[in-house]
Protein backbone atom coordinates (compact mmCIF):
# COMPACT_ATOMS: atom_id res chain seq x y z
CA UNK A 1 0.00 0.00 0.00
CA UNK A 2 1.40 3.46 -0.41
CA UNK A 3 1.52 5.63 2.22
CA UNK A 4 -1.19 7.91 2.07
CA UNK A 5 -2.86 10.77 4.16
CA UNK A 6 -5.85 12.57 3.72
CA UNK A 7 -6.01 16.64 3.85
CA UNK A 8 -7.25 19.93 2.63
CA UNK A 9 -6.37 22.09 -0.27
CA UNK A 10 -5.71 25.36 0.48
CA UNK A 11 -4.73 27.06 -2.98
CA UNK A 12 -2.01 28.10 -4.97
CA UNK A 13 1.20 29.89 -4.39
CA UNK A 14 4.19 30.26 -5.56
CA UNK A 15 8.07 29.68 -4.47
CA UNK A 16 11.56 30.68 -5.31
CA UNK A 17 14.46 28.17 -5.84
CA UNK A 18 18.09 29.54 -4.78
CA UNK A 19 18.85 30.53 -8.26
CA UNK A 20 15.23 33.01 -8.46
CA UNK A 21 13.02 30.67 -10.30
CA UNK A 22 9.34 30.75 -9.85
CA UNK A 23 7.71 27.52 -9.07
CA UNK A 24 3.62 26.86 -9.49
CA UNK A 25 2.70 25.34 -6.26
CA UNK A 26 -0.69 23.79 -4.37
CA UNK A 27 -0.71 24.17 -0.79
CA UNK A 28 -2.10 21.34 0.82
CA UNK A 29 -2.57 21.76 4.74
CA UNK A 30 -2.34 17.49 4.98
CA UNK A 31 -3.08 15.61 8.50
CA UNK A 32 -2.68 14.80 11.42
CA UNK A 33 -4.63 11.70 10.33
CA UNK A 34 -5.74 9.48 13.28
CA UNK A 35 -6.06 5.81 12.85
CA UNK A 36 -9.26 4.81 13.75
CA UNK A 37 -10.00 1.08 12.44
CA UNK A 38 -6.98 -1.71 11.40
CA UNK A 39 -9.31 -4.49 9.42
CA UNK A 40 -7.93 -7.95 9.88
CA UNK A 41 -8.37 -11.15 7.61
CA UNK A 42 -9.80 -13.14 10.26
CA UNK A 43 -12.56 -10.51 11.56
CA UNK A 44 -12.76 -8.44 8.39
CA UNK A 45 -11.70 -10.98 5.72
CA UNK A 46 -9.41 -8.29 4.82
CA UNK A 47 -6.78 -6.32 5.61
CA UNK A 48 -6.97 -2.40 5.54
CA UNK A 49 -5.92 0.84 7.20
CA UNK A 50 -8.89 3.53 8.20
CA UNK A 51 -7.85 6.88 8.93
CA UNK A 52 -9.87 9.67 10.45
CA UNK A 53 -9.13 13.29 9.67
CA UNK A 54 -11.17 16.64 10.12
CA UNK A 55 -12.15 17.69 13.53
CA UNK A 56 -16.39 17.78 13.99
CA UNK A 57 -18.24 19.12 16.28
CA UNK A 58 -20.19 16.03 18.03
CA UNK A 59 -23.25 18.44 17.60
CA UNK A 60 -22.63 17.85 13.76
CA UNK A 61 -21.76 14.24 14.02
CA UNK A 62 -23.90 10.65 14.83
CA UNK A 63 -23.59 8.51 17.62
CA UNK A 64 -22.26 5.87 15.70
CA UNK A 65 -19.34 7.59 14.66
CA UNK A 66 -18.44 9.34 18.39
CA UNK A 67 -18.35 5.59 19.36
CA UNK A 68 -15.89 4.48 16.71
CA UNK A 69 -13.98 7.25 16.83
CA UNK A 70 -13.38 7.09 20.88
CA UNK A 71 -12.27 3.25 20.42
CA UNK A 72 -9.50 4.93 19.05
CA UNK A 73 -9.32 7.61 21.93
CA UNK A 74 -9.75 9.86 19.57
CA UNK A 75 -12.62 13.16 18.88
CA UNK A 76 -15.12 12.62 16.14
CA UNK A 77 -13.96 12.97 12.82
CA UNK A 78 -15.33 14.24 9.43
CA UNK A 79 -13.63 12.44 6.98
CA UNK A 80 -13.05 8.53 7.39
CA UNK A 81 -11.27 6.09 4.19
CA UNK A 82 -9.97 3.17 4.15
CA UNK A 83 -6.50 2.02 2.31
CA UNK A 84 -6.27 -1.87 1.21
CA UNK A 85 -2.86 -3.40 2.46
CA UNK A 86 -1.14 -6.60 3.71
CA UNK A 87 -0.51 -8.36 6.79
CA UNK A 88 2.79 -6.95 6.73
CA UNK A 89 2.17 -3.38 6.12
CA UNK A 90 -0.65 -4.04 8.62
CA UNK A 91 1.73 -4.46 11.28
CA UNK A 92 3.17 -1.23 11.21
CA UNK A 93 -0.06 0.53 12.53
CA UNK A 94 -1.69 1.03 16.09
CA UNK A 95 -4.86 1.61 16.54
CA UNK A 96 -4.73 5.63 17.67
CA UNK A 97 -1.43 6.11 16.04
CA UNK A 98 -1.07 9.82 14.69
CA UNK A 99 0.35 10.66 11.58
CA UNK A 100 1.56 13.62 9.87
CA UNK A 101 2.51 15.50 6.87
CA UNK A 102 6.33 14.58 8.36
CA UNK A 103 6.13 11.09 6.97
CA UNK A 104 6.91 11.95 3.88
CA UNK A 105 9.86 13.14 4.78
CA UNK A 106 12.13 12.35 1.88
CA UNK A 107 9.45 11.30 -0.84
CA UNK A 108 10.09 13.08 -3.70
CA UNK A 109 6.36 12.28 -6.08
CA UNK A 110 3.00 12.13 -4.87
CA UNK A 111 -0.36 11.09 -6.36
CA UNK A 112 -2.82 13.48 -5.41
CA UNK A 113 -7.08 12.58 -5.60
CA UNK A 114 -9.74 14.82 -5.72
CA UNK A 115 -12.73 15.92 -6.68
CA UNK A 116 -12.74 18.20 -9.69
CA UNK A 117 -14.29 21.61 -9.56
CA UNK A 118 -18.06 21.01 -10.88
CA UNK A 119 -19.01 22.81 -14.59
CA UNK A 120 -22.97 22.24 -14.55
CA UNK A 121 -24.27 21.26 -18.14
CA UNK A 122 -21.92 22.30 -20.98
CA UNK A 123 -21.70 21.95 -25.03
CA UNK A 124 -19.05 19.81 -26.63
CA UNK A 125 -16.75 22.33 -27.78
CA UNK A 126 -16.46 23.10 -23.72
CA UNK A 127 -16.79 19.36 -22.72
CA UNK A 128 -14.79 17.62 -25.76
CA UNK A 129 -12.99 20.32 -27.01
CA UNK A 130 -15.01 19.92 -30.65
CA UNK A 131 -13.94 22.73 -33.25
CA UNK A 132 -17.55 23.69 -33.87
CA UNK A 133 -19.44 23.88 -36.75
CA UNK A 134 -17.74 26.44 -39.56
CA UNK A 135 -18.32 29.98 -39.77
CA UNK A 136 -18.86 30.26 -43.77
CA UNK A 137 -20.79 29.13 -46.50
CA UNK A 138 -24.34 30.21 -45.16
CA UNK A 139 -23.84 28.40 -41.08
CA UNK A 140 -26.28 30.59 -39.02
CA UNK A 141 -26.82 29.83 -35.24
CA UNK A 142 -25.14 26.39 -35.36
CA UNK A 143 -21.45 27.68 -34.70
CA UNK A 144 -21.33 25.62 -31.59
CA UNK A 145 -23.45 22.63 -32.62
CA UNK A 146 -21.72 19.20 -32.01
CA UNK A 147 -22.63 18.40 -35.96
CA UNK A 148 -24.12 14.82 -37.28
CA UNK A 149 -24.43 12.24 -34.41
CA UNK A 150 -26.09 9.68 -36.23
CA UNK A 151 -23.11 8.26 -37.88
CA UNK A 152 -21.86 4.39 -36.52
CA UNK A 153 -25.62 4.55 -34.60
CA UNK A 154 -24.59 1.05 -32.71
CA UNK A 155 -21.45 -0.64 -31.73
CA UNK A 156 -21.68 -2.86 -35.07
CA UNK A 157 -21.89 0.10 -36.95
CA UNK A 158 -25.73 0.35 -37.73
CA UNK A 159 -28.72 0.25 -36.18
CA UNK A 160 -30.90 2.72 -34.60
CA UNK A 161 -29.31 3.82 -31.11
CA UNK A 162 -26.14 5.92 -30.87
CA UNK A 163 -22.53 4.04 -30.60
CA UNK A 164 -21.37 3.69 -26.82
CA UNK A 165 -20.04 6.44 -25.60
CA UNK A 166 -20.47 9.33 -28.58
CA UNK A 167 -19.04 12.79 -27.26
CA UNK A 168 -22.28 14.94 -26.87
CA UNK A 169 -23.37 17.81 -24.05
CA UNK A 170 -23.41 16.49 -20.93
CA UNK A 171 -22.25 17.26 -17.17
CA UNK A 172 -19.02 18.22 -16.81
CA UNK A 173 -16.84 17.98 -13.33
CA UNK A 174 -17.13 16.90 -9.69
CA UNK A 175 -15.49 13.61 -11.18
CA UNK A 176 -12.70 11.61 -8.88
CA UNK A 177 -9.63 12.72 -10.35
CA UNK A 178 -5.79 11.28 -9.78
CA UNK A 179 -2.95 13.74 -10.87
CA UNK A 180 -0.04 11.66 -10.90
CA UNK A 181 4.02 12.22 -10.01
CA UNK A 182 3.89 15.69 -8.46
CA UNK A 183 6.88 17.05 -6.93
CA UNK A 184 7.36 17.51 -3.23
CA UNK A 185 8.29 21.69 -3.34
CA UNK A 186 8.63 21.93 0.30
CA UNK A 187 7.63 20.42 3.40
CA UNK A 188 6.13 22.36 6.52
CA UNK A 189 6.36 20.09 9.74
CA UNK A 190 5.41 23.24 12.10
CA UNK A 191 2.27 23.81 10.51
CA UNK A 192 1.41 20.70 8.78
CA UNK A 193 1.99 22.14 5.05
CA UNK A 194 2.76 20.30 1.73
CA UNK A 195 3.85 22.33 -1.00
CA UNK A 196 3.58 20.40 -4.17
CA UNK A 197 4.66 22.09 -8.07
CA UNK A 198 1.48 22.22 -10.27
CA UNK A 199 -2.30 21.75 -10.39
CA UNK A 200 -4.47 20.01 -7.40
CA UNK A 201 -7.82 18.70 -8.54
CA UNK A 202 -11.05 20.70 -6.67
CA UNK A 203 -11.75 23.82 -5.34
CA UNK A 204 -9.87 25.68 -2.21
CA UNK A 205 -10.93 23.60 1.28
CA UNK A 206 -11.58 20.28 -0.38
CA UNK A 207 -10.77 17.15 0.52
CA UNK A 208 -7.72 15.34 -0.98
CA UNK A 209 -5.87 12.20 -0.79
CA UNK A 210 -2.34 12.22 -0.96
CA UNK A 211 0.01 9.08 -1.38
CA UNK A 212 3.92 8.43 -2.85
CA UNK A 213 3.27 7.85 -6.18
CA UNK A 214 2.84 4.57 -7.63
CA UNK A 215 3.51 4.83 -11.45
CA UNK A 216 6.19 7.59 -12.18
CA UNK A 217 6.59 9.58 -15.32
CA UNK A 218 9.78 8.36 -17.40
CA UNK A 219 11.77 11.58 -16.69
CA UNK A 220 10.57 11.64 -12.96
CA UNK A 221 11.59 8.20 -12.70
CA UNK A 222 15.31 8.96 -13.73
CA UNK A 223 15.69 11.72 -12.14
CA UNK A 224 14.56 9.21 -8.67
CA UNK A 225 17.18 6.91 -9.88
CA UNK A 226 19.66 9.50 -9.73
CA UNK A 227 18.94 10.88 -6.55
CA UNK A 228 18.18 14.15 -8.05
CA UNK A 229 16.04 16.67 -6.02
Given amino acids: MPFTLLGTKLGMTRVYTPKGVSVPVTVIQLGPCVVTQLRTMEKDGYTAVQLGFGEAK ?20 RYHREFRCTAEELAKFTLGQTLTVKDFEGTMFVDVTGTSKGKGFQGVMKRHNFKGVCASHGTERKHRSPGSIGGLCSNRGFGGGLKKGKRMAGHMGDERVTIRSLDIVRIDEGKGLLLVKGPVPGGARQMVMVRTSTRLYKSKAKRLAGGKK
Fill in 58 to 77: PSRSTIPVMVHDSKAGTTPK
